[in-house]
C-alpha cells in the first residue's frame, strides 16, 4: 500500500525559496518515476515536475522551467522539489505522487489518493 507524505509549504514573498519533501512508503520507491503536482485556488490540478527512478532525468511544466528543481533520494525514499524565484501564481497545496516514468506520469500520476499535500503560499 503507498502512502506519500508532503511537507515544507509555508507562507513566503514573491522572489523567495521554498524546499517542499514527500516521504514515500512504497517498497517499489526506487524504481518509480515520481513527480510534483499543484491545485490552485479555483484551478484544476496541474503536472509541476517529475524525476525518473534513478534521478537521471527530469521533466518541467513551462511554467516552473528554469525556477524548480525536482531531485530524489532514494535511501530516504525522499522527493524533493527545490522552489526558487517564487511567483504569486506559484501559491497553491502540492501534491506527490507516483508514476511508470516523468512523461507518463503527468496524465497518469498512480495513486488515486492525493492526501493531504503541503500549501504554499506565495505574496506579492
Known amino acids: 500500500q503507498v502512502k506519500l507524505v508532503e511537507s515544507g509549504g509555508g507562507s513566503v514573498q514573491a522572489g523567495e525559496s521554498l524546499t517542499l519533501s514527500c516521504v514515500a512508503s512504497?517498497?517499489?520507491?526506487?524504481?518509480?518515476?515520481m513527480g510534483w503536482f499543484r491545485q490552485a485556488p479555483g484551478k484544476e490540478r496541474e503536472f509541476v515536475a517529475s524525476v525518473s527512478w534513478n534521478g537521471k532525468s527530469t521533466y518541467y511544466a513551462d511554467s516552473v522551467l528554469g525556477r524548480f528543481a525536482i531531485s530524489r533520494d532514494n535511501a530516504k525514499n525522499t522527493v524533493y522539489l527545490q522552489m526558487n524565484s517564487l511567483k504569486f501564481e506559484d501559491t497553491g497545496a502540492y501534491y506527490c505522487n507516483f508514476g511508470l516514468d516523468t512523461r507518463s506520469i503527468v496524465l497518469n500520476p498512480l495513486d488515486r489518493d492525493w492526501g493531504q499535500g503541503t500549501q504554499v503560499t506565495v505574496s506579492s
Open positions: 512504497q517498497r517499489t520507491f526506487s524504481t518509480d518515476a
